[in-house]
C-alpha cells in the first residue's frame, strides 16, 4: 500500500516537474504568443481532421465535393469527372468564387501523385477559411483516380 | 533479464528526451498535431500539448538518470499506450496526420511504419516498467 502511493506520489512529482518546465520553455523562450487568444483560435480553427479518402471510397459518395488543386493545364487535360478546379497559387482569388459551393461540405482535395503535400495545404486552407465541414486529400492523387478506371472529363470545369 | 529491463529503460527513454526535446522546439506545431487526431475534446488540446514536452523531457530524463525509475517507467508505458491509442485511432479512421512525435525535424504520418514504432516503444517501456527498479546501478545501490 505504501510502495504504491510512493509510486503515485512518483509519477504525480514527474508529471508536476514536467508541465513546470513546459510553462518555463512556453513563458521564456519567446512562445508567450502561444497564450494569446488569437493564436488560441486559430489553433482550435487547425485542429479540424484531415482525411485521406481512396478514389475508390470518393466514387462511392455522393456528399464529397472533390477539388483539383492541379494547374489549369494539367487540369484541362483531363480531371475527375464532377470536379471543381482551384489552382493552389491562386486559391484566394478562386474562394472568392468558390465558397458558397464549398460552405459546410465535405471536400477532398486532389493533386498530382508527387504533390500530396501541396494537397494538403489546400485542405487545410480551406478548413481554415472556407467553412467546409469535412476535409480530406485523394490517396495516391490524380494518378490513383485515373488508375482506378474512374470517370474523367476533358476541358475546364 | 534485469539487464534487458535497464536497457530497454534508456532506449525509451532516450526516446522520450529527444521527442520532447524537439517538440519543445515546436510548441505550436504539437499543439496542432495533437489536435489533428481528433481524439481529444477541443479544450485539452491546448493545455495537453503545451505540457506534453516538458513531461517527455522529465520522464526520459529520470529513465536515463535513473531517478524514480518505477514511477518513470510506468509513466512511459502509459505514454506509449496513449500514442498508439492516437494512432490506431487515425489510422481507423483514415486520418492524413502528421504524428509530430518528434517536432517538425521528423514528419511521420500515422500510418503502419509508425504503429509498429508505437508497438515496439510499448514494448520496451512494459519490460522496462515490469523490472524496474532491477538491473540500474541507482536501484541495485538501493536508493
Redesign the interface.
Known amino acids: 500500500m505504501t510502495r504504491s502511493r510512493s509510486?503515485?506520489g512518483?509519477?504525480l512529482?514527474?508529471?508536476g516537474?514536467?508541465?513546470?518546465?513546459?510553462?518555463?520553455?512556453?513563458i521564456a523562450f519567446a512562445?508567450p504568443?502561444?497564450f494569446r487568444p488569437s493564436?488560441?483560435l486559430s489553433?482550435?480553427r487547425?485542429?479540424?481532421?484531415?482525411?485521406?479518402?481512396t478514389p475508390r471510397?470518393l466514387a462511392d459518395d455522393d456528399d464529397v465535393i472533390v477539388v483539383d488543386c492541379r494547374t489549369a493545364q494539367e487540369h484541362a487535360v483531363l480531371h475527375p469527372t464532377g470536379a471543381i478546379h482551384m489552382p493552389s497559387q491562386e486559391r484566394e482569388k478562386a474562394l472568392v468564387e468558390l465558397w458558397p459551393r464549398l460552405r459546410g461540405r465535405r471536400v477532398a482535395v486532389l493533386a498530382g501523385a508527387s504533390d500530396i503535400a501541396l494537397a494538403?495545404d489546400v485542405a487545410a486552407y480551406l478548413a481554415r477559411h472556407a467553412g467546409v465541414a469535412v476535409t480530406?486529400?485523394v490517396r495516391g492523387g490524380f494518378e490513383a483516380w485515373r488508375d482506378a478506371g474512374l470517370p474523367c472529363a476533358h476541358g475546364g470545369s | 533479464m534485469p539487464r534487458l529491463a535497464f536497457l530497454m529503460r534508456l532506449a525509451v527513454g532516450s526516446v522520450l528526451l529527444v521527442a520532447g526535446a524537439l517538440k519543445a522546439g515546436s510548441m505550436e506545431n504539437t499543439v496542432t498535431s495533437i489536435g489533428r487526431f481528433d481524439v481529444l475534446p477541443h479544450w485539452l488540446v491546448l493545455p495537453v500539448g503545451l505540457a506534453l514536452p516538458g513531461i517527455e523531457v522529465t520522464i526520459g530524463a529520470a529513465l536515463l538518470c535513473g531517478v524514480m525509475p518505477r514511477a518513470a517507467a510506468l509513466l512511459a508505458t502509459c505514454f506509449a499506450a496513449t500514442f498508439l491509442v492516437f494512432v490506431v485511432a487515425a489510422m481507423a479512421r483514415d486520418l492524413d496526420v502528421e504524428c509530430g512525435c518528434f517536432g517538425e525535424s521528423v514528419l511521420l504520418r500515422a500510418n503502419g511504419r509508425l504503429l509498429a514504432f508505437d508497438v515496439a516503444l510499448l514494448v520496451a517501456a512494459t519490460v522496462g516498467c515490469l523490472r524496474a527498479g532491477e538491473g540500474s546501478p541507482h536501484e541495485a545501490s538501493g536508493a
Open positions: 509510486l503515485l512518483h509519477a512529482a514527474l508529471i516537474i514536467g508541465i513546470a518546465l513546459s510553462l518555463l520553455r512556453a512562445e504568443a502561444l493564436t488560441v489553433v482550435l487547425e485542429q479540424k481532421p484531415l482525411f485521406a479518402w471510397q494538403r480530406g486529400t
